[in-house]
């Protein structure tokens, strides 16, 4: 009896259960917190990167100090791309990454799909120094890369200078090198045509700016030599397989510090940026914002520069440098009339224009 009161005692009166959730969402809080802290003390901060000399110079540039200002130990992995790692660690909660480098598309993509912390400008201090592609929501730019093309000097003494050049089998005959996509193959065709860099995407955006594109690929297509590997522009102009190549400024730049005759041209080159981002619910997300702030000082990007033949993203940094590395870094002159690549374009327009160029590659 004493039991059935009381059962309807509570139906009656039923518990606070404001006060219930309350307890239960501070009850969460404290586990997750508890499950941070138990994350973070089972294993070090841990940074995923592109690997080779690219990360290297990193190390020797970002890693290095921070570790030793923050008093952590680190350690380093592979990043090969993409989404999947970063989803399956936001599904499991299993977040093995505290620091990632990757292109402006996936940070965008991940960003909207919450994979990435969002960054607290005001409190980071650093926006101001970085270039204004370099500040994002989630992401951080660091590296910046410059895509153009380069000729062999032996070939071509009075080597081409635009992508007009490029396009001009007449006046510079033989095989050309590009990468088998139409990501930046089609702005530079347009800018070979004459669209100034700034009206590129507007152009672009149109059916006949596209058509406009292909029409000047159509014009050398029996020419063309298609690149997967960065590395294999570089050994095509070497052995002379090709008279010119689309490349990465870095892999000519490299190249030609070996010894190579190969000429990197800077005109109207694309520039893109790569950047540190922090995986959503790393429990050392503190230490990832300060390891931001090391990453975008002037004299860390230029120790970064002066290993790796890439640009820095803080606008001071090529003042730091002696002037024969910037003449070698998508920095400074180098990038006065270059295009930076928009990836909110490729974002919307990617499956579209890659299924045109494959029927088209392929006929």
């Given at each position: 009896?004493?039991?059935?009161?009381?059962?309807?005692?509570?139906?009656?009166?039923?518990?606070?259960?404001?006060?219930?959730?309350?307890?239960?969402?501070?009850?969460?809080?404290?586990?997750?917190?508890?499950?941070?802290?138990?994350?973070?003390?089972?294993?070090?901060?841990?940074?995923?990167?592109?690997?080779?000399?690219?990360?290297?110079?990193?190390?020797?540039?970002?890693?290095?100090?921070?570790?030793?200002?923050?008093?952590?130990?680190?350690?380093?992995?592979?990043?090969?791309?993409?989404?999947?790692?970063?989803?399956?660690?936001?599904?499991?909660?299993?977040?093995?990454?505290?620091?990632?480098?990757?292109?402006?598309?996936?940070?965008?993509?991940?960003?909207?799909?919450?994979?990435?912390?969002?960054?607290?400008?005001?409190?980071?201090?650093?926006?101001?120094?970085?270039?204004?592609?370099?500040?994002?929501?989630?992401?951080?730019?660091?590296?910046?890369?410059?895509?153009?093309?380069?000729?062999?000097?032996?070939?071509?003494?009075?080597?081409?200078?635009?992508?007009?050049?490029?396009?001009?089998?007449?006046?510079?005959?033989?095989?050309?090198?590009?990468?088998?996509?139409?990501?930046?193959?089609?702005?530079?065709?347009?800018?070979?045509?004459?669209?100034?860099?700034?009206?590129?995407?507007?152009?672009?955006?149109?059916?006949?700016?596209?058509?406009?594109?292909?029409?000047?690929?159509?014009?050398?297509?029996?020419?063309?030599?298609?690149?997967?590997?960065?590395?294999?522009?570089?050994?095509w102009l070497a052995a002379n397989n090709v008279a010119m190549s689309t490349a990465y400024n870095g892999r000519i730049i490299m190249a030609a510090k070996e010894g190579k005759p190969l000429t990197y041209v800077w005109t109207n080159q694309i520039s893109n940026i790569d950047a540190w981002a922090v995986p959503a619910n790393?429990?050392?997300?503190?230490?990832?914002?300060?390891?931001?702030?090391?990453?975008?000082?002037?004299?860390?990007?230029?120790?970064?520069?002066?290993?790796?033949?890439?640009?820095?993203?803080?606008?001071?940094?090529?003042?730091?440098?002696?002037?024969?590395?910037?003449?070698?870094?998508?920095?400074?002159?180098?990038?006065?009339?270059?295009?930076?690549?928009?990836?909110?374009?490729?974002?919307?327009?990617?499956?579209?224009?890659?299924?045109?160029?494959?029927?088209?590659?392929?006929?």
């Amino acid at each position: 009896m004493v039991q059935q009161a009381a059962a309807r005692a509570r139906l009656i009166n039923p518990p606070d259960k404001g006060r219930n959730m309350k307890l239960m969402k501070s009850t969460t809080i404290l586990m997750t917190a508890a499950l941070s802290v138990s994350v973070a003390e089972a294993r070090d901060f841990t940074i995923a990167g592109w690997g080779g000399n690219y990360q290297d110079a990193q190390r020797a540039a970002y890693f290095e100090p921070f570790a030793k200002a923050q008093g952590l130990t680190f350690i380093e992995t592979t990043y090969l791309g993409g989404l999947a790692e970063l989803k399956t660690m936001s599904e499991t909660g299993n977040v093995i990454w505290d620091l990632v480098i990757t292109d402006g598309a996936t940070l965008q993509l991940g960003c909207d799909e919450g994979l990435f912390e969002e960054l607290d400008w005001d409190a980071l201090g650093v926006a101001d120094s970085l270039l204004p592609d370099a500040v994002t929501p989630c992401g951080m730019g660091n590296v910046v890369i410059g895509n153009g093309f380069a000729y062999n000097a032996q070939t071509f003494p009075d080597g081409p200078k635009s992508w007009a050049d490029f396009f001009d089998l007449a006046r510079y005959p033989g095989k050309r090198g590009i990468k088998n996509d139409p990501m930046m193959n089609l702005e530079y065709a347009l800018m070979a045509d004459g669209v100034p860099p700034d009206q590129v995407y507007e152009v672009l955006a149109t059916p006949e700016g596209v058509d406009r594109a292909f029409a000047q690929f159509d014009r050398i297509k029996a020419e063309l030599q298609y690149w997967d590997a960065g590395s294999q522009p570089v050994e095509w102009l070497a052995a002379n397989n090709v008279a010119m190549s689309t490349a990465y400024n870095g892999r000519i730049i490299m190249a030609a510090k070996e010894g190579k005759p190969l000429t990197y041209v800077w005109t109207n080159q694309i520039s893109n940026i790569d950047a540190w981002a922090v995986p959503a619910n790393s429990p050392f997300k503190e230490q990832a914002m300060e390891f931001l702030k090391v990453a975008a000082d002037a004299q860390n990007q230029a120790t970064f520069s002066s290993l790796m033949p890439y640009g820095p993203t803080n606008v001071e940094t090529a003042g730091v440098l002696p002037a024969d590395v910037v003449a070698n870094l998508p920095a400074g002159e180098n990038i006065k009339d270059s295009l930076f690549l928009s990836d909110a374009f490729w974002i919307d327009h990617k499956d579209e224009l890659t299924e045109r160029w494959n029927n088209w590659s392929t006929q």
